[in-house]
């Protein structure tokens, strides 16, 4: 379900995000996961009816509401809500459903699974495409804030 292979092909292959529960708040994960997949050439689908607009792109109320494919459905909602986001994941013809880091719904993988879509749980978008792809440095791991080295003394 989740090994390194079947994790780089869904990132290598998506190109839509659709990013359930997506916050207009700079300091929540799920803006911070999404605007880093935004400047590594995903484009980035709000689903959240509190927002017109995140991050330079329109905001849906829902799934079903999104006018043109969605590759990749982002989970940043609590466990409890993913039943359905997984069978309107199926009904719009995503072909991904991840459930990020702490959203852990065995039915909603089951669902999504016996439709045959790729299901991650419990993993976050933006760590994984870091560790596969060689970003960890870039942004948010490796800042520099946190070191062993002594700071230099004048």
């Known amino acids: 379900m989740s090994d390194i292979a079947t994790l780089r092909r869904i990132l290598h292959d998506a190109h839509t995000l659709a990013i359930v529960g997506l916050s207009a708040d700079w300091y929540r994960p799920s803006f911070f996961a999404a605007k880093y997949m935004q400047a590594h050439g995903y484009r980035i689908v709000p689903v959240n009816p509190k927002y017109p ?23 940043f909602r609590k466990p409890a809500d993913c039943v359905p986001i997984a069978h309107d994941a199926i009904d719009i013809g995503a072909k991904a459903l991840w459930l990020q880091i702490g959203v852990i719904n065995e039915e909603a993988c089951r669902i999504a699974e016996d439709a045959r879509l790729d299901v991650v749980m419990d993993r976050c978008v933006k760590i994984e495409y870091a560790r596969l792809f060689g970003g ?19």
């Open 53 to 75: 607009e995140i991050l330079g792109e329109k905001s849906y109320p829902d799934l079903k509401s999104i006018p043109f494919p969605v590759d990749l459905v982002d989970v």
């Open 136 to 154: 960890l440095n870039w942004m948010g791991v490796n800042t520099g804030v946190i070191s062993s080295r002594r700071p230099l003394t004048l």
